[in-house]
Every structure is written in structure tokens, then in C-alpha cells.
């Protein structure tokens, strides 16, 4: 089955600090590729997607392109900041089941 | 009110009540869903309703029953719960059906507290 697998985390970076957050998927098809932000007691936002290959997704300051000969779609943003701090989570849409979701990366970022 | 709303925000409960959570979308979307998430766990899928009819139900214990009265509305009736089944309870919708991806939008979530 359809399958979204990302870096382990937690994951902490100094501000100003370059980001990579590296997610890998399995899939039949043609997947929609998207990350979702949550931020300290909130829900789910979405934060950029990707619907086809060699897209790019971005959104403040964050991008990650869609490899479908790497089946993977890394999240990356140049110059993080203190309130980048969240979990980031990877997820795929097929078409098939609902949105299948990565275990989620938390970042803190200090000042 | 614009998004989805979910109430209430926080419930602390005993394992003999009864309560139910509630969701609120203003979308026009024809989906709603319910996750759980637990502290160091994935998210987990419990239940999905597309135009008012329950599509999935992933092996969800009986003590959980949803109720989706209308395409706005969604509600997740508890019943004896566990300690275990302490964590955010998040609510979703989505219009499904669309030639583009199924992009979620989320509730705040409701964190549920069982003693």
C-alpha cells in the first residue's frame, strides 16, 4: 500500500540555519505530494504541495520538489527562524484512500 | 466563523462518562474525517465520511461512534473510554471529487484527557 516515510526527528537547528527535511514515498501512480505544518497546540495546516513531477512546491520561504525518480519530496527553507518550531509532516494522495501522512519531524529552532 | 471549528477545545472525563466532540466546517465540503494523535505516534485515520455516508472505519473500538448529521457537521460520541484513548482529536474536511489532490483542512483539535 501506499506508504510516506520522512527523517526522524527531533530536529534542532540555530536560527538563520539552512533546512532539510527528507521525505521518501511509495506509491502506485501518480501521487499528490504535499507537507502539513502543525504548530504548538494547533491542528494540521497545509503548507505547500506538489501534483505532478518536478514540481515545486513553496510557500514562506519553505520548497520541496516533487522526484519521482527518487520518489521523494525533501522539505528545504534557506534561513529558518524561532517560529519555524513545529512538527512538519509529509503526506500523499493517490486517489485510492484518504491522505496517507509521515510520522511527522519536529524542528525547534533557537535564537 | 470560517474553516473548521471543533469543541471543545480540551475535556477531561472519567472512564464512565459520556461526552461527545464536535466539528464544524464552512468550506462547502462534501468530506469529513477524524484523526487521532497520540504523544510519539503516527497520525491515525479513525473515520471517514463522504457525503453524510461513513466510507472507512479503521478498526476504531466500539466505545468511539461517529455521527455526521450533514455535510457540515461531524461528531465523535465517547463512551467508557481508557486511559489510552487520551490524545488530540482532530477533525477535517476535504472536497473530494475535485480533478486536483484532496487537501485537508484542519481543526485546532480537541485534547481529550481520560482518568
Known amino acids: 500500500g501506499d506508504s510516506v516515510t520522512q527523517m526522524e526527528g527531533p530536529v534542532t537547528l540555530s536560527e538563520e540555519a539552512f533546512l532539510t527535511i527528507n521525505c521518501t514515498y511509495t506509491a502506485t501512480g501518480y501521487p499528490s505530494l504535499f507537507w502539513y505544518v502543525q504548530y504548538p497546540g494547533e491542528g494540521l495546516q497545509l503548507l505547500l504541495k506538489a501534483t505532478k513531477a518536478d514540481d515545486k512546491g513553496s510557500n514562506k520561504g519553505f520548497e520541496a520538489t516533487y522526484r519521482k525518480e527518487t520518489t521523494s519530496f525533501h522539505l528545504e527553507k534557506g534561513s529558518v527562524q524561532v517560529s519555524d518550531s513545529a512538527v512538519y509532516f509529509c503526506?500523499?494522495?493517490?486517489?485510492?484512500?484518504?491522505?496517507?501522512f509521515g510520522k511527522g519531524t519536529r524542528l525547534s529552532v533557537i535564537a | 466563523e470560517t474553516g473548521v471549528t471543533q469543541t471543545p477545545r480540551h475535556l477531561v472525563m472519567g472512564m464512565t462518562n459520556k461526552k461527545s466532540l464536535k466539528c464544524e466546517q464552512h468550506?462547502?465540503?462534501?468530506?469529513m474525517y477524524w484523526y487521532k494523535q497520540s504523544a510519539k505516534k503516527p497520525l491515525e485515520l479513525m473515520f471517514v465520511y463522504n457525503f453524510k455516508e461513513q466510507t472507512e472505519n479503521n478498526s476504531v473500538p466500539s466505545r468511539f461512534s461517529p455521527e455526521c448529521p450533514n455535510s457540515s457537521h461531524l461528531f465523535l460520541h465517547l463512551h467508557t473510554l481508557q486511559p489510552e484513548d487520551s490524545a488530540l482529536y482532530l477533525c477535517?474536511?476535504?472536497?473530494?471529487?475535485?480533478?486536483?489532490?484532496?487537501?485537508?483542512?484542519f481543526g485546532a483539535g480537541s485534547r481529550l484527557t481520560v482518568l
Open positions: 468550506l462547502g465540503h462534501n468530506a
Open positions: 503526506a500523499l494522495f493517490s486517489g485510492n484512500t484518504p491522505l496517507v
Open positions: 477535517a474536511s476535504s472536497q473530494v471529487g475535485n480533478s486536483g489532490a484532496n487537501v485537508l483542512t
